[in-house]
């Protein structure tokens, strides 16, 4: 089984009630904070149930729409449960849901309005300290950058994983199965029975996405950025420890605000770089990279494409997790959850920074044992030598691309092969299996359109589908290369966020159909084959698309949204600066 999640109490220099945020709020003898306690009489509390105590946030992305949150509505009552007992005052705030099946064009599109909203919140009430609730793909990051912004004493409540699929005797991971099956289906393989039950079995409780897709990335980024409690993110969503989990993160929260233990102290450089070294262990989501980039950024740290690069060369692959392996997350919390895994890895990480459980991630990680091998696998039998995600660079990625490359066949790593250039998404699907495009299993498949902007969203087209003909010959991956990211649990020889995107000019804008294209990710290479002065007057001729949004949040997206290469925040969010407390008496 997993670590066990305990409490861990720490003696601190600890601030008193006056010094608390919410004491400007409730504790002053003016006419504000009057009206403050009569309300907070309204809602049911009497003065000692609240006053002198921290209040305590909790960020709920609980919603209807929401699958893999559908356990959070009740799972905040079990961290209110550990407020109460330590003597805190809890506060539920619905957050908008992120739901990266349902919502359209894109969650991504999203991302930075849940972080905005979770910052506005956060500064804009009586908050002392926050709990924040979430696991599904964008919810991670769009909350913990919210709350960098903020700097309050903050826990991550990962939303743990779904428990493993299953149909007529074979596990399934969600995601990673649905595009097998699919294909299998357009291969004419199985029929619409087995379609009926498939969609019965692929999903089959509460919880994120239970492979090693962006969810289970990311929560598994925090737990080993040290803002979870320890051993939280793998906890399956229905396991009675996640109830237990929670409960431990409400009672820590408390301590923490009166010990003054801010976000900051957590999320250092080092703890992002221990996070990337984590995410390529765990053959990771691509989508990590824009995620952390843009986490980082709120924290201060300059974290870059290059910190990937360089990180993933000397990282080994341990979690023999789908899509890059074979077990899913509940085999992953049973061989020892991440504690586990990062007892594996610790001779790569920074064992002397803060987590906000313990002084050390050391002492974190102390005892953590591994109950299977072949799940979290040894440095001296890892899955992959290298860690999955390298950076490519070139005349057509002069800002860089990435491609998990553990997550490809490996012959086509080093590959030259005609364009078929896609302008947009659209275009592609109704043409992909056009016989008039003459696609083979050499050819490179480009998409563009589909960047930060293009998409709009940055939406996750970058696996683009094989065409049925080569399907039926057997052929399951060729290179394909966009602007757009990938689903995690998506695999294939797949180049993702081209950067600068077409949207705005990249030279991918610039690519045709027929012009020769190189990959060499052992060269960490990315080539057009086609001379500067053709490439310079097909610029000439380029023309940059009309703005889409007239208006609405689609338009303040447009004007501030960074490429992929800077994370996809808004700039005006990423760059430092001050913002004044709002409580004016
Ligand atoms: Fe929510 Fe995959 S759909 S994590
Ligand atoms: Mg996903």
New binding site residues.
Partial sequence: MGAAVTDTPRPRTRRTPEDLRSHQWYGTDGLRSFSHRARTRQLGYLPEEHLGKPVVAILNTWSDINP?HQHLRERAEAVKRGVWQAGGFPLEFPVSTL???FQKPTPMLYRNLLSLETEELLRSYPVDGAVLMG???KTTPALLMGAASVDLPTVFVPAGPMLRGHWRGETLG??TDMWKYWDDRRAGLIGDCEMAELECGLARSPG??MTM?T?STMTGAAEVLGVTMPGASSIPAVDSGHSRMAAAAGRRIVEMVWEDHRLSTVLTREAYEDAVAAVCALGGSTNAVIHLIAMAGRSGVGLTLDDFDRIARTTPVLANLRPGGKYLMEDFHYAGGMPGFLSRLRDLLHLDRPTVAHDTLREQIAGALVHDDDVIRTVDEPLAEEGGIAVLRGNLAPDGAVIKHIAAEQHLLKHTGPAVVFDDYRTMQARINDPALEITAESVLVLRGSGPLGGPGMPEYGMLPIPDHLLKQGVRDMVRLSDARMSGTSYGACVLHIAPESHVGGPLALVETGDLITLDVAARTLRLEVDDAELARRRAEWRPPAARYGRGYGALYEEHVTQADAGCDFAFLARPGEVPEPYAG
Avoid: K, L, N
Wanted: charged share 15%; with cysteine; aromatic share 0%.
């Fill in positions: 893999c739901s990266e099946t696991g599904c793909d969600s995601g994120h996405c897709g969810a």
